[in-house]
T-cell receptor
Framework: GAGVSQSPSNKVTEKGKDVELRCDPISGHTALYWYRQSLGQGLEFLIYFQGNSAPDKSGLPSDRFSAERTGGSVSTLTIQRTQQEDSAVYLC?????????????FGSGTRLTVV | SQQGEEDPQALSIQEGENATMNCSYKTSINNLQWYRQNSGRGLVHLIL?????REKHSGRLRVTLDTSKKSSSLLITASRAADTASYFCALYGGATNKLIFGTGTLLAVQP
């Protein structure tokens, strides 16, 4: 597609429920990243995919967080048993080269609110 | 920490003035990137400067990099109200081998 697409744009969920966030990167971009941004804060790295594999998942905050990527394209970030501290904007980005070598294209993010 | 520290945290200027934001860091880098974020949503890549470069220009943007001082600056000339946004530096390289974002500068351009 023309840009990185994320869905849903907003998600309100009850504490303890599971949520799935979706990212559709730019066609042909082999590298995909998830970041999290809490209110008024900088971006926190979560995970990096190169193709379908995740060479760096060091930023996932707990085992409640998981992510997968299929077909070298769409990625889903799953948060199980959501907690209030999971509330944040989850941003996905993709790039044509490996991590950090060139600029990233970001999606508009999913604003997750856990009530 | 590899995270860049940005200065100032907030900046308010009048339209037509220049805006300068600074980013300092502590580890070695391969490149440094600047991004803009409007309304707390997606970031837009502005410019990338490699560790062996000292200055780059893109339109009204001028970025400098001083690896000896471990600092970079972003200059926006002849600012416009539409430049109002948060600006982040991001560092690539060093031990962590991932793109790490700074804390951001909130720029407000008054019409």
């Amino acid at each position: 597609g023309a840009g990185v697409s994320q869905s849903p744009s907003n998600k309100v969920t009850e504490k303890g429920k599971d949520v799935e966030l979706r990212c559709d990167p730019i066609s042909g971009h082999t590298a995909l990243y998830w970041y999290r941004q809490s209110l008024g804060q900088g971006l926190e790295f979560l995970i990096y995919f190169q193709g379908n594999s995740a060479p760096d998942k060091s930023g996932l905050p707990s085992d409640r967080f998981s992510a997968e990527r299929t077909g070298g394209s769409v990625s889903t970030l799953t948060i199980q048993r959501t907690q209030q501290e999971d509330s944040a904007v989850y941003l996905c980005a993709s790039s044509s080269l490996r991590q950090g070598v060139n600029g990233y294209t970001f999606g508009s993010g999913t604003r997750l609110t856990v009530v | 920490s590899q995270q860049g520290e940005e200065d100032p945290q907030a900046l308010s200027i009048q339209e037509g003035e220049n805006a300068t934001m600074n980013c300092s860091y502590k580890t070695s880098i391969n490149n440094l990137q600047w991004y803009r974020q409007n309304s707390g949503r997606g970031l837009v890549h502005l410019i990338l400067i490699r560790s062996n470069e000292r200055e780059k220009h893109s339109g009204r943007l001028r970025v400098t990099l001083d690896t000896s001082k471990k600092s970079s600056s972003l200059l926006i000339t002849a600012s416009r109200a539409a430049d109002t946004a948060s600006y982040f530096c991001a560092l690539y390289g060093g031990a962590t081998n991932k793109l790490i974002f700074g804390t951001g500068t909130l720029l407000a351009v008054q019409p």
